[in-house]
C-alpha cells in the first residue's frame, strides 16, 4: 500500500485554509496513487490549545468532520485527521479546571466513512492538560487495505507501552499524527525509528512545520518499517512524503527476531510491583 503523509503549515482557527491545504495534498497524493493521507496533530483547526478551547466553536465540528469526509470522497483517498473530540457527558458548559475535550484521530476511508478513532492518552505540557482531557481507551485495529492499522497521536508515541499496546492487538502499521515543537528533533530521528524496530511494526509521523501562534515546529516527519529503517523523511519545510508499507515487511521481521512472541508480561509485572514509589508517579497524593 501507497501511504502519503503530510508535513504543512496551518493556520490556527482559520478552517477554510487548513482543509483547502489538506484537500491540495489529498490530490496530489491521489494522483501519486497513494491509498491514505496522513495529516498533523489538530491540522484543521491549527495547533494552540488554549486558543482552541476558548475560541472554538463545538458546533462547528460536525461541519468540519463532513468537509474532511467530502475531501476524502472527492479525491478517492482515505484520510487520517485530528481534531478536538467532546467528551461523552458534554452539556456545552464546560466547569474550570474540568475539560471536556480529547484530542482525536479519525481514519476515513476514500468514501469518507468512519473506519477507525482514538482519544489522544498522553498530554504533553500544561497547555493541552488545561483544555484538554486525556484518553484512556487502548487504540483499536482495523484491516485497512490488507495491512492491520491503528493510531496513536503525538505524544503517545513516545511511550513504548502505547505502540507495545497497538502491535499487541495486531497492528501492523501505526498512524500518528502529530504537534512536535522544533528542538524536539530526537523524537523522530531516533524513537520513532526505535519503537517501530522494538514492536516491528510502521510507524507514520505527521507534524506541522513553521509558526502557528506561540509554537515553533521543526517538521521531521518520517516514515520508519519494521526493521527501524528509514522509508521516507522531510526536513523543516512543507512536504509531501511516500512510502510503501504492507504486512510482509513486518512479517519478516517479526519471524527473524520474535520480540513480540518472547515477551514475558507476567514477569515484567512482578518487577513494576516491586519498585519504589517515587514522588510525582501516578497515585501520589502529597497532601
Known amino acids: 500500500m501507497l501511504l502519503s503523509v503530510l508535513q504543512a503549515n ?10 483547502r ?9 491521489s494522483h501519486a496513487g497513494a491509498h491514505l493521507l496522513l495529516t498533523p496533530e489538530l491540522f484543521p483547526v491549527g495547533y494552540a490549545p488554549l486558543r482552541l478551547r476558548g475560541e472554538l466553536d463545538p458546533s462547528s465540528l460536525p461541519a468540519i468532520r463532513e468537509g474532511l469526509a467530502e ?21 456545552g458548559a464546560v466547569p474550570a479546571g ?20 482514538y482519544a489522544k492518552v498522553h ?6 492538560r488545561k483544555a484538554f482531557r486525556a484518553g484512556a481507551q487502548p487504540p483499536a485495529v482495523v484491516d485497512f487495505n490488507g495491512i492491520r492499522t491503528s493510531l496513536l497521536i503525538c505524544y503517545d508515541i513516545e511511550f513504548p507501552e502505547a505502540a507495545r499496546a497497538a502491535a499487541g492487538r495486531g497492528a501492523e502499521l501505526l498512524l500518528v499524527p502529530t504537534a512536535l515543537s522544533a528542538g524536539f528533533e530526537a523524537v523522530p530521528e531516533v524513537l520513532i525509528r526505535a519503537r517501530a524496530l522494538e514492536s516491528q511494526v510502521h510507524v507514520a509521523y505527521a507534524n506541522h512545520c513553521g509558526a502557528e501562534d506561540a509554537y515553533t515546529f521543526g517538521g521531521g516527519s518520517v516514515v520508519a518499517g519494521p526493521d527501524g529503517g528509514l522509508l521516507a523523511e522531510a526536513g523543516s519545510a512543507p512536504a509531501l512524503l511516500f ?18 512472541r518472547e515477551r514475558r508480561p507476567e514477569l515484567y509485572r512482578e518487577w513494576e510491583a516491586g519498585l519504589p514509589r517515587e514522588a510525582g508517579q501516578p497515585g501520589d497524593n502529597p497532601a
Open 71 to 91: 475531501i476524502a470522497r472527492r479525491n478517492g483517498i482515505a484520510l487520517v485527521y485530528s481534531l478536538p473530540v467532546e467528551a461523552p457527558g458534554y452539556s
Open 10 to 19: 496551518a493556520v490556527v482557527l482559520d478552517v477554510e485554509a487548513n482543509l
Open 243 to 260: 512510502a510503501d508499507v504492507g504486512p510482509e515487511a513486518v512479517r519478516a521481521a517479526r519471524d527473524e527476531v520474535p520480540y513480540l
Open 21 to 29: 491545504t489538506i484537500d491540495d495534498a489529498a490530490r496530489r497524493a
Open 98 to 117: 474540568s475539560p471536556d475535550w480529547y484530542i482525536s484521530a479519525t481514519l476515513v476511508d476514500a468514501t469518507g466513512a468512519e473506519l477507525l478513532s
Open 123 to 128: 498530554l504533553f505540557g500544561g497547555e493541552e
